[in-house]
C-alpha cells in the first residue's frame, strides 16, 4: 500500500474536516478541524491531507481524502501530531504506508535530527504500531510530566 500526501488546502479542506475515525477511536485522536485550527496559528504545524497514491499525477483528485496527518518541526525533532485515517479506510495498510511517507519526508529536513511522536497510555494499538515502525520509549523530561501520555522517538 502507498500514500500520497497534499497539503490542505481551499479546495479539499472541507473534505478533510468530514474525515471521521470509527467510535471507540474519537477519544483518542484529536479531530481534523482542531488540527487545523492548531495549524493556522501556528506555522511550525504542517497539516496533510492522505490519498491513495493513484491519485499522483492528477491536479483534482478522482478518488477520495482516505485520512490526515500532521507534523511539527521545533528544536531539531519532528514530532508526529496527528496521524488519522477515515473508518471506511481503517486496516489496508494506509495508516502504515502514510506513518511510512511522513517518516521518510522528515528525514530530508535538514532541520530534523530526531523524530517522535506520542500517544495515549492506555492506547494498545498505537504502542504495537509504532513499535512496530522503530519507534522506542523516549526518555525526555517533557515526557515525565505528561502521565497520560508516551512519548516515543525512531532509533535508527
Known amino acids: 500500500m502507498k500514500v500520497h500526501l497534499r497539503i490542505v488546502t481551499r479546495e479539499n479542506f472541507r473534505e478533510c474536516l468530514n474525515l471521521r475515525v470509527a467510535e471507540s477511536q474519537k477519544s483518542l485522536v484529536a479531530t481534523t478541524t482542531q488540527s487545523l485550527a492548531e495549524a493556522y496559528v501556528n506555522p ?26 500532521m507534523y511539527e518541526i521545533v528544536a531539531g525533532v519532528g514530532f508526529i501530531m496527528r496521524l488519522m485515517i477515515d473508518s471506511k479506510y481503517q486496516r489496508q495498510g494506509y ?62
Open 44 to 69: 511550525n504545524l504542517f497539516p496533510l491531507a492522505v490519498y491513495d497514491s493513484a491519485v499522483c499525477g492528477y491536479e483534482q483528485p478522482e478518488m477520495p481524502m482516505i485520512g490526515f496527518a
Open 95 to 156: 495508516g502504515r504506508a502514510t506513518m511510512i511517507e511522513v517518516i521518510r519526508r522528515l528525514k530530508l529536513c535538514p532541520d530534523v535530527e530526531i523524530i517522535a511522536t506520542s500517544y495515549q497510555k492506555e492506547n494498545d494499538v498505537a504502542a504495537k504500531f509504532y513499535q512496530s515502525l522503530g519507534f522506542r520509549q523516549w526518555d525526555i523530561s517533557y515526557a515525565r510530566s505528561h502521565l497520560t501520555e508516551v512519548y516515543v522517538k525512531l532509533e535508527e
